[in-house]
């Protein structure tokens, strides 16, 4: 990136000269300062790194200079305003190591009129009783950004394929209706919905909330402020564990990533063609609470099947949905986003590393040949890539909770009682 960090609906202007007409009389100034700052830094090479701006030193000098209050200003301002300040948002580690998170007052009150909300908030948190999700499905990734949504005050509801599924997720708080693709959702079902997360797979019939609701959705496009669709990093196929991003030409290998693929173009066009704001979430191997290879040890289930250059990528449950949560509070219809960790690894170091933090010996290697597995094993274990979750950091901004599954499994420990 060069130049200016004014970009979109501010062409030519300079960011110092904008910042100074945007932000409130009292942090004018150093908004500007604070841009011209970065700007420099760009001018003379910045090496964007993973837990925020690491800038040329005279960058830095004239950061750390500004008046503190003035700086988280400029932060809130950034995230507020992200299209147009697209680094800004990465200013507020190097304040944390100075002073702590509070603002004064009247500077609490500057940033609250520009931003039009809470100055005290988690990055990563969307609080609005005046939201609604609807999921079709309400799976395992699902049901955690449900309950993420429900501790901000968020009406939940969602579907499941039969009676005892809605039953099972009434006892978890979540009220859902029985939708298997086959009939029509009730008339009033979307009504005062804001917000859809698809996460039902298609099947050999397509996907089964298009083959029944697609009519609905495209007449009320305009009702909804976000659409997210879970997909699954299969659609990149193999790459002999070389690395994929979301430009990476699509070339499913197995039926299930072929039928991804085309709900995605899909989904897709119904943004395309009426202005569906659809988001595409391409899935990591999931793993969290109940589904580890922690569990899987303690039950005696795990295996180390051991095949040479086989790496997968993985995401914890949690930050499926912190991303989820991220995306809502930044939309961008149309755009494909990655949702992987940041380390791909071979699944039989994932088995051992949870042996070692339980204390047991890791369970015998198995030959890929000799391991007699089932014909959905066999199909992951014939593609190995490694996913570049780049976009969600640089764009999203988002900072994963449990960055490697060694981070996750350590978290995923049972407690001693």
Same mark, same amino acid.
């Given at each position: 990136m060069t130049g200016s960090l004014v970009a979109g609906s501010f062409p030519g202007k300079p960011a110092g000269v904008l910042a100074r007409r945007m932000a409130p009389?009292? %942090? $004018?100034?150093? !908004? $500007? !300062? @604070?841009?011209?700052a970065v700007e420099e830094a760009v001018r003379q090479g910045i090496d964007r790194r993973l837990d925020g701006l690491d800038a040329h030193r005279g960058g @830095? +000098?004239?950061?750390?200079? @500004? #008046?503190?209050? %003035?700086?988280?200003? %400029? #932060?809130?301002?950034?995230?507020? +305003?992200a299209d147009q300040f697209v680094m800004l948002g990465h200013v507020l580690p190097l304040l944390r190591r100075q002073r702590g998170n509070m603002l004064p007052r009247q500077c609490a009150r500057d940033i609250s009129q520009l931003c039009g909300t809470p100055t005290i908030a988690n990055r990563n948190k969307v609080a609005d009783p005046g939201k609604s999700l609807f999921c079709f499905g309400l799976g395992y990734a699902a049901r955690a950004l449900a309950h993420a949504l429900q501790a901000g005050n968020w009406t939940v509801a969602g579907t499941s394929r039969e009676a005892a599924g809605v039953a099972a997720l009434a006892a978890l708080g979540l009220p859902a209706i029985v939708f298997d693709g086959q009939g029509r959702l009730a008339d009033d079902a979307l009504d005062k919905v804001s917000h859809i997360l698809i996460s039902a797979p298609p099947d050999g019939r397509g996907d089964p909330v298009l083959g029944c609701c697609a009519d609905e959705l495209m007449a009320r496009a305009r009702q909804f402020a976000w659409v997210g669709y879970l997909s699954t990093t299969g659609v990149y196929g193999d790459h002999g564990g070389g690395? *994929? #991003?979301?430009?990476?030409?699509?070339a499913p290998v197995s039926e299930r990533a072929k039928r991804r693929v085309a709900a995605e173009d899909a989904w897709l066009a119904l943004h395309r063609d009426h202005g569906l704001p659809v988001h595409l979430f391409r899935l990591a191997g999931i793993y969290g609470p109940g589904r580890n290879q922690i569990a899987a040890v303690l039950d005696g289930s795990a295996r180390r099947i051991v095949k040479p250059?086989? *790496?997968? /990528?993985r995401i914890h449950v949690e930050d499926v949905a912190g991303v989820l949560q991220t995306s809502i509070a930044r939309p961008n219809p149309g755009r494909a986003y990655n949702v992987a960790d940041d380390e791909p690894a071979p699944p039989q170091d994932v088995v051992a590393f949870a042996a070692q933090l339980l204390g047991r010996p890791a369970p015998p290697e198995v030959p890929f040949e000799a391991?007699? @597995? /089932? +014909?959905?094993?066999? /199909?992951f274990y014939g593609e190995s890539k490694r996913v570049s979750n =780049? =976009?969600?950091?640089?764009? !999203?901004?988002?900072?994963l909770k449990y960055p490697t599954y060694? #981070?996750?499994l350590r978290a995923l420990l049972p407690h001693p009682t």
């Amino acid at each position: 990136m060069t130049g200016s960090l004014v970009a979109g609906s501010f062409p030519g202007k300079p960011a110092g000269v904008l910042a100074r007409r945007m932000a409130p009389r009292r %942090c $004018g100034k150093s !908004l $500007g !300062l @604070l841009a011209s700052a970065v700007e420099e830094a760009v001018r003379q090479g910045i090496d964007r790194r993973l837990d925020g701006l690491d800038a040329h030193r005279g960058g @830095l +000098h004239q950061i750390e200079r @500004l #008046d503190f209050a %003035c700086l988280q200003a %400029c #932060d809130r301002f950034a995230r507020r +305003h992200a299209d147009q300040f697209v680094m800004l948002g990465h200013v507020l580690p190097l304040l944390r190591r100075q002073r702590g998170n509070m603002l004064p007052r009247q500077c609490a009150r500057d940033i609250s009129q520009l931003c039009g909300t809470p100055t005290i908030a988690n990055r990563n948190k969307v609080a609005d009783p005046g939201k609604s999700l609807f999921c079709f499905g309400l799976g395992y990734a699902a049901r955690a950004l449900a309950h993420a949504l429900q501790a901000g005050n968020w009406t939940v509801a969602g579907t499941s394929r039969e009676a005892a599924g809605v039953a099972a997720l009434a006892a978890l708080g979540l009220p859902a209706i029985v939708f298997d693709g086959q009939g029509r959702l009730a008339d009033d079902a979307l009504d005062k919905v804001s917000h859809i997360l698809i996460s039902a797979p298609p099947d050999g019939r397509g996907d089964p909330v298009l083959g029944c609701c697609a009519d609905e959705l495209m007449a009320r496009a305009r009702q909804f402020a976000w659409v997210g669709y879970l997909s699954t990093t299969g659609v990149y196929g193999d790459h002999g564990g070389g690395w *994929v #991003d979301e430009d990476t030409p699509l070339a499913p290998v197995s039926e299930r990533a072929k039928r991804r693929v085309a709900a995605e173009d899909a989904w897709l066009a119904l943004h395309r063609d009426h202005g569906l704001p659809v988001h595409l979430f391409r899935l990591a191997g999931i793993y969290g609470p109940g589904r580890n290879q922690i569990a899987a040890v303690l039950d005696g289930s795990a295996r180390r099947i051991v095949k040479p250059g086989q *790496v997968f /990528s993985r995401i914890h449950v949690e930050d499926v949905a912190g991303v989820l949560q991220t995306s809502i509070a930044r939309p961008n219809p149309g755009r494909a986003y990655n949702v992987a960790d940041d380390e791909p690894a071979p699944p039989q170091d994932v088995v051992a590393f949870a042996a070692q933090l339980l204390g047991r010996p890791a369970p015998p290697e198995v030959p890929f040949e000799a391991a007699d @597995l /089932s +014909h959905m094993a066999l /199909s992951f274990y014939g593609e190995s890539k490694r996913v570049s979750n =780049r =976009r969600i950091k640089q764009e !999203l901004g988002y900072r994963l909770k449990y960055p490697t599954y060694r #981070d996750g499994l350590r978290a995923l420990l049972p407690h001693p009682t």
